[in-house]
């Protein structure tokens, strides 16, 4: 347990489930990450400039993704964020939820209303990109163009989600996690890597409190992923396995815990 002025975190690290769960005394540390209110005010400012915005870069399936934005009159980037936050852009990505592909339709509820009743459509792009944007679309509709709530309700379901209520603290980090992955498709910093799994984390803003914290402090390439199995994962990227050995070796050596990627490769 590591005591500071005005907040206590506790660290435990269970590496048979691989989960880490960080405990803050004192939830709106600013420069640990973005309240609850920064979130919203985030995505009000992104909605009142959402139709000037381009994308930065060419991301994967860009045609597809520039033909359901214009069928659904959605934004681009918005559309690419989504994706990008939800399967980062993997075909075959399939969570323990029962939801499917690059935009992870859940099947066969969602899916079926979006007329796809072929599971195994959902594993082609194009029809995978469409139905996502149908879908997002749908939102935006029913929560009268509050882009907040509608992403929300895009990983909550639109149930859980009321047009002027309150919303579950969970759901407003996932919205702050879709925005990050927002600032890299408009920033064009996104660029395909390797990863090297270092921690699964129960909630998006324990993964980024920890990513701010060892990322500026070792200069250590990291990015958060939402796993298959609904928990926020922090990885080293890399180009090379001599990258990928330094990286992991610094931190290592700086935290006294080891990545949980290393647990899977096998010594040769």
Not at 24 to 45: C, R
Not at 195 to 200: A, N, P, S, T, Y
Not at 208 to 226: A, T
């Amino acid at each position: 347990m590591v005591t500071k002025k005005l907040f206590v975190i506790t660290l435990v690290c269970i590496f048979s489930s691989h989960l880490v769960f960080i405990t803050v005394a004192d939830a709106k540390i600013k420069s640990q990450g973005m309240s609850k209110e920064e979130v919203i005010e985030n995505w009000q400012a992104f909605q009142a400039n959402q139709h000037s915005l381009k994308p930065g870069a060419h991301f994967p399936f860009m045609k597809i993704f520039e033909d359901a934005s214009k069928k659904y009159t959605i934004s681009l980037p918005l559309l690419i964020a989504v994706a990008m936050g939800e399967s980062d852009f993997q075909i075959r990505a399939k969570s323990d939820a029962g939801c499917h592909g690059i935009m992870q339709i859940k099947y066969p509820s969602t899916a079926n209303d979006l007329g796809v009743t072929d599971k195994e459509k959902l594993y082609d792009p194009e029809v995978n990109i469409h139905a996502g944007a149908a879908y997002l679309s749908q939102l935006i509709d029913k929560y009268e163009d509050d882009l907040f709530r509608a992403v929300v309700a895009y990983n909550y379901g639109p149930n859980a989600i009321s047009k002027k209520g309150s919303i579950p603290d969970g759901a407003t980090w996932y919205a702050g996690y879709i925005y990050e992955k927002l600032q890299v498709v408009l920033s064009g910093r996104y660029q395909k890597a390797n990863k090297l799994l270092v921690f699964e984390f129960s909630t998006y803003n324990q993964a980024k409190k920890y990513l701010i914290k060892w990322g500026d402090r070792l200069k250590i390439p990291f990015i958060i992923l939402k796993s298959s199995h609904y928990t926020y994962d922090l990885y080293i990227t890399h180009e090379t396995s001599e990258e990928r050995e330094k990286f992991a070796a610094l931190f290592q050596e700086s935290t006294g815990l080891s990545p949980l990627g290393l647990e899977t490769i096998k010594p040769l």
